[in-house]
């Protein structure tokens, strides 16, 4: 499957490396693809660069690990009609660093999931990997079990197609219904940040318990 990645960061780079690991074609679309050469070369004929909307063209399935507060004009910039059809995984969170630490900037009638969804509203947009760090995105291996990664989207297939993804990539999977549940996905995203800076330490991962 050929795999377009929006972003260049943490993110982005542990994403593609497990993409690649599983057979897949990946892209990772930045402003500045000179940048990623060293990058594409040490990764072999099956990992590419190129600019935004190339990398959109390229995905089968799309995801957004761009920064939060510049999602949106990624987006505007490579053209709504270019994501349409498209299974778009959405990783990213709408934080900022406020007067009393990390804090989100939408938040409570409202997410950055939805608002990404609103622009791109012929595209399939599925929330998830947005609450664990990029460390852990992959291959997540934790005492107690492989955690779970919660997920929220309108459309049941795109969803049946990113629970695939994250069961190969080591992941339990729950969820949450639609896009608006992103709402408290990203939130669950603060939470996690807020125990790491509590705990000087990002070894940690969410687990739905049933009894």
């Not at 291959?139 to 990664?149: Q, R």
């Amino acid at each position: 499957m050929k795999i377009g990645i929006l972003g260049s960061g943490e993110v982005a780079i542990s994403l593609a490396a497990g993409f690649l690991a599983r057979g897949h074609e990946v892209m990772l679309g930045t402003r500045h693809a000179s940048k990623l050469e060293k990058w594409k070369n040490e990764r072999g004929e099956r990992a590419h660069t190129g600019s935004f909307a190339q990398c959109v063209a390229f995905g089968e399935i799309v995801v957004l690990a761009t920064l939060g507060s510049a999602t949106l004009d990624v987006i505007a910039h490579v053209g709504a009609h270019e994501f349409a059809a498209k299974t778009v995984i959405d990783a990213t969170n709408p934080l900022r660093t406020g007067d009393g630490g990390p804090e989100l900037y939408v938040g409570w009638n409202d997410s950055l999931g939805e608002q990404v969804q609103a622009a791109i509203p012929h595209a399939k947009v599925v929330k998830a990997f947005n609450t664990v760090g990029h460390a852990h995105m992959v291959d997540p291996a934790f005492p107690g079990g492989p955690p779970d990664m919660f997920i929220c989207g309108n459309d049941e297939t795109a969803k049946h197609a990113v629970t695939g993804i994250l069961h190969d990539f080591g992941w339990g999977t729950i969820d949450l219904g639609g896009i608006e549940r992103s709402r408290y996905l990203e939130p669950m995203c603060l939470v996690w940040v807020l125990y790491g800076m509590r705990g000087n330490g990002w070894n940690h991962a969410f687990k739905m318990l049933r009894a």
